[in-house]
């Protein structure tokens, strides 16, 4: 009987200490990976006569995404690939707080650009937006 006791008063005590051990595992991992097209946030469907963003998302350098009408919000300075997929598209770069380039794509094209610093605007709030 006193065996079966103490090994009642160890078991609550061994499974606590082994929580507390994972919760101090969870707390050391590194930050969670880069967002990616399906952590976008929806937006509606894509209205091509008022450059209407379908998506946003952050996006640093490195990244590619075969999203032809989408708007990404991105890091001024990164480098990412933009495609056409199966039709034309003119992708508009905006600048919040000012200033635009537009880039096209023919049809199943690719293009690779870097982002220029935004003029009199915030930096790292960069918007692509596709037009087809």
Same mark, same amino acid.
């Given at each position: 009987?006193?065996?079966? =006791?103490?090994?009642?008063? /160890?078991?609550? !005590?061994?499974? !606590?200490?082994?929580?507390?051990?994972?919760?101090?595992?969870?707390?050391?991992?590194?930050?969670?990976?880069?967002?990616?097209?399906?952590d976008c946030q929806n937006l509606g469907p894509w209205r091509p006569t008022n450059y209407h963003s379908i998506a946003t998302c952050p996006l640093t350098s490195g990244n590619?995404?075969?999203?032809?009408?989408?708007?990404?919000?991105?890091?001024? *300075? =990164? /480098?990412?690939?933009?495609?056409? *997929?199966? =039709?034309?598209?003119?992708? @508009?770069?905006?600048?919040? *707080?000012?200033?635009?380039?537009? @880039?096209?794509?023919?049809?199943?094209?690719?293009?690779?650009? /870097? @982002?220029?610093?935004?003029?009199?605007?915030?930096? *790292?709030?960069?918007?692509?937006?596709?037009?087809?």
């Amino acid at each position: 009987m006193q065996f079966s =006791s103490s090994l009642l008063w /160890t078991l609550p !005590f061994f499974h !606590f200490s082994l929580a507390a051990k994972a919760d101090a595992t969870v707390a050391a991992e590194p930050a969670a990976p880069e967002a990616t097209p399906s952590d976008c946030q929806n937006l509606g469907p894509w209205r091509p006569t008022n450059y209407h963003s379908i998506a946003t998302c952050p996006l640093t350098s490195g990244n590619r995404y075969d999203c032809p009408g989408t708007a990404f919000l991105i890091h001024t *300075g =990164s /480098t990412i690939t933009v495609s056409s *997929g199966d =039709s034309p598209v003119d992708w @508009i770069i905006n600048c919040r *707080g000012g200033g635009w380039t537009q @880039i096209h794509c023919a049809r199943n094209n690719a293009k690779d650009f /870097t @982002i220029p610093a935004c003029k009199n605007g915030v930096d *790292g709030q960069v918007q692509i937006v596709a037009r087809n």
